[in-house]
C-alpha cells in the first residue's frame, strides 16, 4: 500500500511541520502525500521540498469545508495548482471567516468568565487558516481546561456556549472552483457525514472521486462507497486525516491507498490538465 493522501500539518490545525510529517511518512514506508490542511495550500510549497528531498511523491492539495443543502462536506482537492489566483483569492475569504469566527468564540468565552486572550490563540495557530482546535489547545496550554475533550465540551462543541456557525463555500462552488485551479475534486470521509443523499449532486457537478479509505470508515463503509464509485464511475481515494499529535497517537500510514488507485488519480489528474491546456489553444 502506497500513498496517504489526507494530511494536516500545522498550517491549518495539525501539530506536525511538513517537515515532520515527511520524515514520518518515510518511515512508514509511504511512497506518496498529499497536505490537505483545512481551506489553505499554505504548506504546500514547504511539503513539495521536503518530499522532493527524500524522493517521496507530493500531490498538492486542500480541504475545502463546504455546505450542500445544509450539510457540512469537506471537498478534498488534488492537483490544485497552488498559485492560481481564484482559487488563494477564494480560500483568503474563508481564512478571514475563520479569523473573525475565532475572535467571536473568544469573546463568548470571555463572557462566561473565562479570561482568554484572543492574541494568544492567534500566536499559538500561527497560520492562515485557524480553527477551534487552536483555540482548545490555548485553552489546556493555559491551564483554563484540562483537556481538548473538556474545551469542546465546555465551549466550543456545536450547541455550546461559545459555538459561533460558520459560513462556508457552497460544496457545488467548491468543486468548480478546485476544477477551474486544474485539480481533482474528492468528497472527504463521506461516512462521517450520513449524507449520502447529496452524492448525486455532486456527481452532476463534475465530483471526480470519493475518499473510500478513512481512519473512521470501517472496511464495511470503505465496501458501500467502493460500491458508488462503481455505479457513478468515480476514482477511489483514501488517507488517514492525521492531525500530528493533536488526537493521540498520529495516523499518518494507518489509511493506505493502492498504487493502483493513486495511478488512475494522477492520470486523470493529467488527462484534466492536458484538456484544459488544448482547449486553451
Ligand atoms: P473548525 O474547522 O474550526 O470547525 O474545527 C474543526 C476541527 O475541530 C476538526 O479538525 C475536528 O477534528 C476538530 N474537532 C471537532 N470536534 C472536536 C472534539 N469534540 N474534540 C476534538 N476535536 C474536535
Ligand atoms: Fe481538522
Ligand atoms: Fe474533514
Ligand atoms: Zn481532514
Known amino acids: 500500500m502506497f500513498a496517504d493522501l489526507h494530511l494536516h500539518s500545522h498550517y491549518s490545525d495539525g501539530t506536525f511541520t511538513p517537515e515532520e510529517i515527511v520524515a514520518r511518512g518515510r518511515k512508514q514506508g509511504l511512497g506518496a502525500l498529499s497536505l490537505t490542511d483545512h481551506d489553505t495550500v499554505e504548506g504546500c510549497e514547504m511539503m513539495a521540498s521536503e518530499c522532493a528531498k527524500v524522493g517521496l511523491e507530493f500531490v498538492v492539495g486542500t480541504e475545502l469545508t463546504s455546505e450542500h443543502n445544509d450539510n457540512e ?5 488534488y492537483f490544485v495548482d497552488p498559485k492560481n489566483e481564484r482559487l488563494l483569492r477564494e480560500i483568503a475569504k474563508f481564512q478571514i471567516v475563520r479569523q473573525e469566527r475565532i475572535r467571536e468564540m473568544v469573546a463568548k468565552i470571555n463572557e462566561l468568565g473565562v479570561p482568554l486572550k484572543v492574541e494568544d490563540v492567534f500566536a499559538l495557530a500561527n497560520c492562515q487558516s485557524p480553527g477551534r482546535p487552536h483555540v ?57 457525514n450520513r449524507s449520502d443523499e447529496v452524492i448525486p449532486d455532486l456527481v452532476a457537478a463534475g465530483l471526480d472521486g470519493i475518499e473510500c479509505f478513512h481512519t473512521k470508515h470501517s472496511p464495511t463503509t470503505a465496501k458501500r462507497y467502493i460500491a458508488m464509485t462503481e455505479k457513478y464511475n468515480l476514482l477511489v481515494t483514501g488517507g488517514s486525516d492525521c492531525h500530528g499529535m493533536s488526537k493521540g497517537r498520529p495516523l499518518i500510514g494507518s489509511v493506505r491507498l493502492s498504487r493502483e488507485h493513486f495511478d488512475k488519480l494522477k492520470a486523470k489528474a493529467v488527462e484534466k490538465k492536458t484538456a484544459t491546456t488544448n482547449a486553451h489553444q
Open 73 to 77: 462536506l469537506h471537498i478534498l482537492a
Open 136 to 192: 482548545a489547545r490555548t485553552l489546556v496550554k493555559q491551564g483554563m481546561c484540562r483537556t481538548l475533550d473538556e474545551a469542546f465540551e465546555r465551549f466550543l462543541k456545536k450547541g455550546r456556549p461559545a459555538w459561533v456557525p460558520k459560513s462556508k463555500m457552497s460544496s457545488l462552488q467548491a468543486i468548480e472552483l478546485i476544477h477551474h485551479a486544474g485539480g481533482l475534486a474528492v468528497m472527504a470521509h463521506p461516512g462521517l
